[in-house]
């Protein structure tokens, strides 16, 4: 077995406490430190966000609001609908048109068929 440890006097307890104090020192300047590294750190990121936020909002004032797309996705729906209306009227107004000019030529050649001099 090792023999026990002779019983700590004054001054090397004041060293060791003079020692722990300095360690301790160091260690709080090192925190210190790091904070002021994590603190400029910090302002850079959000200083980034803030720059990123302004040029975001920028950006956003220049889309479409939803409502006003709205509108006018109703109003192109409505023109649509308005033209193939027209469209489909306009065909069946050529439609007709064609059934009366075949039923002119067709009284034409009966006529001209019938009464040959």
């Known amino acids: 077995m090792s023999a026990p440890c002779p019983p700590p006097t004054l001054d090397t307890l004041c060293l060791r406490i003079a020692h722990l104090e300095e360690l301790l020192n160091v260690h709080r300047a ?6 002021e590294t994590a603190d400029k750190v910090l302002h850079i990121k959000l200083q980034e966000m803030n720059n990123f936020r302004e040029e975001n909002k920028d950006l956003t004032a220049k889309f479409v609001t939803r409502e006003w797309s709205d ?38 050649e009966l006529a001209a068929h019938w009464w040959k001099p």
Not at 30 to 35: D, R
Not at 77 to 91: A, K, T
């Open 30 to 35: 090192y925190q210190q430190k790091e904070l």
């Open 71 to 108: 509108k006018i996705h109703g109003d192109i729906v409505e023109r649509i609908e308005y033209l193939e209306l027209n469209r489909s009227n306009f065909d069946g107004r050529l439609i007709g048109i064609g059934g009366v000019i075949g039923i002119v030529f067709l009284v034409i």
